[in-house]
C-alpha cells in the first residue's frame, strides 16, 4: 500500500491510492485526521472497480465528505480489506497547498 504523490497539493492535484489485492474483497478506505476525525470515506464491494484482485487505485483529491478542500497537514488513511479475514492497513498521507 502506498500513494503517489506525497505529499500532494489539494485541490490542484490528486494523490493516487495504491494497493494490491490477492482476490477480490470489499475493501473500505477512511481518511482521518490525525485527531482521529472521519474525512473521506470510500467502500468498494468484491468484485467493483477498487475492489478487484490485482493491483487498485483510488483517486483523493483533498476533499472531505462535504468537498471543501482539507488544511494542509497529515492525514491517516485506513484500507480495510474483508475477504476469508478482515486485515486493515494504514499509511499516512501529506497534503500541502
Known amino acids: 500500500v502506498y500513494n503517489r504523490p506525497n505529499p500532494f497539493s489539494a485541490p490542484d492535484e490528486k494523490t493516487e491510492i495504491i494497493y494490491t489485492l490477492d482476490r477480490d474483497a470489499d475493501v473500505k478506505i477512511e481518511i482521518y485526521t490525525l485527531l ?14 477498487g475492489a478487484r484482485k490485482g493491483e487498485n487505485i483510488v ?8 468537498t471543501r478542500v482539507v488544511a494542509n497537514g497529515a492525514y491517516i488513511v ?15 498521507i501529506g497534503v500541502l497547498k
Open 36 to 49: 482521529g476525525n472521519l474525512v473521506k470515506k470510500f467502500s468498494f464491494s468484491s468484485g467493483e472497480v
Open 59 to 66: 483517486e483523493w483529491d483533498g476533499r472531505n465528505g462535504d
Open 78 to 92: 485506513l484500507i480495510t480489506v474483508e475477504a476469508s479475514i478482515k486485515e486493515t492497513v494504514i499509511r499516512k
